[in-house]
């Protein structure tokens, strides 16, 4: 199966082995998805690539799930992998957006702990701001450019970071947040029209 470049990982055939790890500690966002690294370390899209949103949304707010959110290449390979998804709500820094939802895979059959986390939200601007300062004061970091703002673990926190060095990270826009493991997998996000 061919992937388009700019939208995945670059050996998602590997996704067994390209374990992504969030972790429990102090620093992780609520609801707190944990997991043990496999052994691998992530693949990642190419170290040129920047994230950005979607070009074209995949469906409406209210008709968002686990299904829809990532890119359908994506989609098929993870359940070619055997994986599947677990739906939670969207929460991070002490704040719970109850319109949106993180979708965290892997193979539920076995005990690996591989997995990867997607997550998509509407969210004001007040919401974002008390998200942001949740996040910060559990030691994120904030780096904003022409597409947003992104709060990300903490390198020397992160037990997985992509090729940039970036872990698990939340980028925010104009009326929406997204969540993935890694910011490089942002791109594998179909953001709903909110």
Not at 52 to 61: L, R
Not at 119 to 138: F, K, N, Y
Request: net charge negative.
């Amino acid at each position: 199966m061919s992937l388009p470049h700019s939208r995945t990982l670059t050996a998602l055939a590997a996704l067994g082995l390209a374990a992504l790890l969030l972790t429990g500690c102090g620093t992780s966002a609520e609801p707190d998805p944990t997991a043990t690294v496999g052994g691998g370390t992530p693949s990642a899209a190419p170290t040129d690539a920047q994230p950005t949103p979607s070009a074209t949304p995949s469906a409406t707010a209210a008709a968002a799930t686990c299904d829809s959110l990532i890119v359908p290449d994506v989609h098929e390979e993870l359940g070619a992998q055997g994986w599947t998804f677990k739906e939670t709500p969207f929460a991070a820094g002490g704040v719970t957006l109850g319109k949106g939802l993180q979708c965290t895979w892997a193979d539920y059959t076995t005990a690996s702990g591989n997995l990867m986390l997607f997550g998509w939200a509407p969210i004001t601007v007040d919401q974002a701001a008390d998200m942001q300062r949740g996040l910060e004061a559990q030691g994120w970091l904030r780096e904003e450019d022409g597409s947003g703002v992104y709060i990300t673990e903490d390198p020397m926190q992160a037990p997985t970071i992509d090729d940039n060095g970036y872990g698990m990270t939340y980028q925010f826009g104009d009326g929406w947040v997204t969540v993935s493991d890694t910011k490089q997998n942002l791109l594998l996000i179909q953001r709903p029209q909110a």
